[in-house]
């Protein structure tokens, strides 16, 4: 069965230091997601993707934050300089086409700390 | 503004026995789908049941069932015959298209 997957499943980094997590969506998927989670809260909308465009971001999500398709498969998520409060689990997921857009595939996570 | 409120922060059931997870929640569009998330200490978000809101029967998937009523905007889900594998944070999450919204959590503790 086809699967999202991301990594690294866990990444540590200084605190002011750039880093990019990868996504790999399910193939034939169109609509592109980012969600955090910080340790012992709840999951958290970042943003969403579609045609190679923001189609709605969060608060959160501010310009320290981007996100990319480089190429036909890959889905990567920016953070330019991280801080502490970034620490937090980041899932990736996708949906298909616009009339199945309600119901999304969750990657596994990527664990970041940031030291 | 939508919102999913999940009143129960802790739970515990022993093996065997059935236990309920509430969930209510708040939107005012028609079109929507609810879902409830298994997340182990891995930290994995595992789908457990989908209810469409279109739908009026209650979804089923095995040992877990749900009450979905919508005009009270209650979506509870019911686990029979726990198992200690059920042991995990369950998630409760309203789909609007192109975003999820996502309660608090309910610290499921299954005991042998």
């Known amino acids: 069965e086809p699967e999202v997957t991301q990594t690294p499943s866990h990444q540590v980094t200084q605190m002011g230091q750039e880093v990019i997590l990868r996504c790999v969506p399910i193939?034939?998927?169109?609509?592109f997601y980012w969600y955090r989670q910080i340790l012992g809260q709840k999951v958290e909308f970042l943003v969403s993707f579609y045609n190679n465009e923001i189609s709605e971001k969060s608060e959160i999500f501010d310009d320290q934050f981007s996100v990319e398709r480089p190429d036909g498969s890959n889905f990567t998520l920016k953070i330019r300089s991280t801080k502490l409060e970034d620490s937090a689990m980041y899932f990736c997921?996708?949906?298909?086409?616009?009339?199945?857009?309600?119901?999304?595939?969750f990657g596994p996570g990527t664990r970041l700390t940031v030291t | 503004a939508q919102t999913v409120t999940q009143s129960q922060p802790e739970m515990s059931v022993q093996e065997a026995e059935t236990v309920t997870l509430s969930c209510t929640y708040d939107?005012?569009?028609?079109?929507?789908?609810l879902f409830w998330y298994k997340q182990p200490p891995s930290r994995q978000m595992i789908l457990v049941i989908r209810q469409e809101a279109y739908k009026q029967q209650n979804a089923t998937e095995n040992r877990f069932s749900v009450n979905f009523q919508k005009a009270a905007k209650s979506f509870s889900l019911k686990i029979s015959d726990s198992q200690l594998g059920d042991t995990a944070m369950y998630f409760c999450?309203?789909?609007?298209?192109?975003?999820?919204?996502f309660g608090t959590g309910t610290r499921l503790k299954v005991l042998a």
């Open positions: 999450a309203l789909s609007r298209r192109y975003k999820y919204i």
């Open positions: 939107t005012s569009e028609n079109n929507y789908y």
């Open positions: 193939s034939n998927h169109l609509y």
């Open positions: 997921a996708s949906s298909p086409d616009r009339a199945n857009s309600y119901e999304q595939y």
